[in-house]
């Protein structure tokens, strides 16, 4: 048994406790389901899939805005004082708290998905070339995209599920999920309707992302069968 004792910046202590086993980690069982989903960066939330659902953490975006007032009030305070000690340890608390229920977030989604699913495609976003890209960047960095993408893969790798990772070679382009006419995607934080002109169809940019995304998995199992 090995114990370590760390503190965090935001003065907190924790205990970690090592034991060593003999016996042979448990494997997982891997079930076999037939769900298949695609899932996109959502402009009005975080995270849609292909069925239309919505999935976002409850005030995540007022964290956000809290953040970055703290974050301004700490620049305007005088380096060393002791109103900017406060304000740093406050800053850092906030910090700690977001990361934590994100995390939760995180944990409780990406089970769901990888129970209830057998092919999993998502959808990276790109946005070097796209307006607005620090706007978009924040929302990414307040969701913590990056880490729901790696519990997400890791999650189905321990279940056995086919995880994709579909990038779009040009940034923005998306097609029709009905006619597969490809379009630019609307600037980001803009979640209007939009229409297609060749068939009509009425849908979100980033539902469209999601199915094809899915579109694409499904692709690259016929090539590999």
Not at 76 to 94: D, H, M, Y
Not at 96 to 111: A, D, P, Q, S
Request: glycine residues 4%; aromatic residues 10%; contains cysteine.
């Amino acid at each position: 048994m090995e114990v370590k004792i760390s503190k965090t910046a935001a003065g907190k202590y924790y205990a970690s406790v090592v034991f060593v086993s003999e016996q042979a980690p448990r494997s997982m069982p891997n079930s076999v389901v037939s769900g298949e989903i695609g899932l996109a960066l959502s402009y009005s939330g975080f995270v849609v899939d292909t069925a239309g659902n919505q999935y976002v953490r409850q005030g995540a975006k007022k964290e956000n805005q809290r953040l970055i007032r703290k974050t301004r009030t700490l620049r305007r305070k005088k380096p060393g004082s002791i109103r900017a000690q406060k304000t740093w340890r406050e800053l850092v608390r906030l910090r700690e708290r977001i990361y934590y229920r994100n995390k939760e977030f995180h944990h409780k989604l990406t089970k769901k998905i990888a129970d209830e699913n057998q092919v999993i495609a998502i959808d990276h976003p790109a946005v070097a070339n796209l307006p607005d890209a620090q706007e978009y960047k924040r929302t990414l960095q307040t969701f913590s995209w990056t880490d729901f993408f790696v519990t997400l893969r890791r999650k189905a790798q321990e279940r056995g599920r086919l995880f994709f990772s579909v990038e779009r070679r040009i940034p923005g382009l998306c097609f029709c999920p009905k006619c597969s006419e490809a379009f630019l995607m609307q600037p980001p934080f803009l979640p209007e309707q939009r229409r297609c002109l060749f068939c009509g169809a009425v849908y979100e940019d980033s539902f469209a992302a999601a199915s094809n995304a899915l579109e694409e998995a499904r692709e690259r199992l016929r090539f590999v069968r």
